[in-house]
């Protein structure tokens, strides 16, 4: 949209219940203005979402005695991205997981298709955890009419261990509109990330076979070893090892856990979650600590981020980690539109158990020799 339409239809949904700031167009910019006795919050509140609703954002700002409404004109005027791109990668991360997922079950895929097939479990279980999570962030944020892109798959390949993907994100280009809108879209990818996590943990380990099985499994893999020495192991978070005893499967060594394609996505599924639930920056455990404590979020960030520090004393895992966290991700959230919508008891009680959900999937070392 163009900016005098913007304005027009802004006109409309405000109603004269607010006043043009013709001056502010000459700061690139467009306020609408009221004296506080003349406008009541819940009253702006209501704007606010109704231009949402039109495709225009703004934010809410307040002096001593006015209230102002800012239109962001650089979020309203956006558009739609070309989905080619995300098409592509997502069909190269589907090989590269095959790929994968074939050389982890001990087959060549570069010789003959059978071998290349026998990675599609494997790369089906990923991508469904990866593509339940991001979609998970993606339709919350259609619902609050917070443009985003659809989900981008980073596909990677070594010929050593990796698990063929770099993961996968959405962009969301528009503002959040308050802290309810904020929390939703943040929870979303965990949840439906660790739904999916949790079914192809409960398949995987309804499918393993008793020792035996699983030891004449590995040696067309590899020699069996009962220590597993100088072998590469997996950590055991507590939601892990929780499902593993329900399921009868404690027979299955960490360090052969990722010959089985069902079981070894649900673990790493259950690794995403814990590493998108620290409670820092940007991150969805950031966006449902702001959410909840709001400004007082940047001492839980600031608290996650030197244990994470201290973690690499444990472990040399979470290096990377945490340069990204620094460098990237960083530590304090931005404000929403509108961050005087509290949440509401039940996603009080959501965002707590979120932190439980962290707790249950974090392992303080995913990947050691033991």
């Known amino acids: 949209m163009k900016s005098k339409e913007i304005i027009k239809i802004a006109n409309k949904i405000i109603n004269n219940r607010m006043d043009l700031d013709y001056l502010s167009s000459l700061y690139g910019t467009v306020i609408f203005r009221q004296e506080k006795e003349k406008i009541s919050e819940s009253e702006l509140q209501q704007i606010q979402s109704a231009l949402i609703a039109s495709g225009i954002y703004s934010q809410i700002q307040k002096t001593t005695k006015e209230y102002l409404l800012r239109l962001l004109l650089e979020y309203s005027k956006v558009k739609q991205e070309n989905t080619r791109i995300n098409l592509i990668l997502f069909m190269i991360t589907i090989l590269t997981t095959t790929l994968t997922g074939a050389i982890l079950k001990g087959s060549d895929p570069f010789m003959t298709l059978e071998g290349l097939a026998k990675g599609f479990p494997y790369a089906f279980a990923i991508l469904s955890i990866l ?88 040696t067309q893999i590899h ?49 995403v979650t814990a590493l998108n639930l620290m409670p820092i920056g940007q991150l969805d455990g950031g966006h449902i600590s702001y959410a909840l404590l709001g400004e007082k979020a940047k001492f839980v960030a600031i608290a996650a981020f030197i244990a994470l520090a201290l973690l690499n004393f444990y472990s040399t895992n979470w290096i990377l980690w945490t340069i990204l966290i620094l460098l990237v991700i960083r530590l304090k959230h931005p404000p929403t539109l509108n961050d005087k919508i509290e949440l509401d008891s039940n996603r009080k009680s959501l965002a707590w158990t979120s932190y439980i959900i962290f707790v249950t999937c974090f392992s303080p070392m995913p990947l050691y020799f033991s």
């Open 131 to 218: 593509g339940a999570h991001e979609m998970g962030h993606y339709l919350y944020a259609k619902k609050y009419k917070i443009y985003s892109t659809l989900p981008y798959f980073i596909p990677f390949f070594i010929p050593a261990f990796n698990i063929g993907t770099l993961g996968a994100f959405i962009k969301m280009r528009s503002p959040i509109p308050d802290k309810r809108a904020l929390f939703d879209v943040g929870i979303a990818g965990p949840i439906a990330g660790l739904i999916v996590s949790l079914f192809f943990l409960f398949l995987g380990f309804s499918l393993l076979p008793d020792l035996e099985g699983v030891k004449e499994y590995v």
């Open 223 to 271: 020699d069996w070893s009962e220590t597993g020495e100088d072998a590469l192991t997996l950590g055991d978070p507590l939601l892990f090892d929780l499902i593993r005893t329900l399921m009868s499967g404690e027979h299955l060594p960490m360090y052969e856990v990722y010959h089985f394609p069902f079981i070894f996505a649900g673990w790493i599924g259950l690794f």
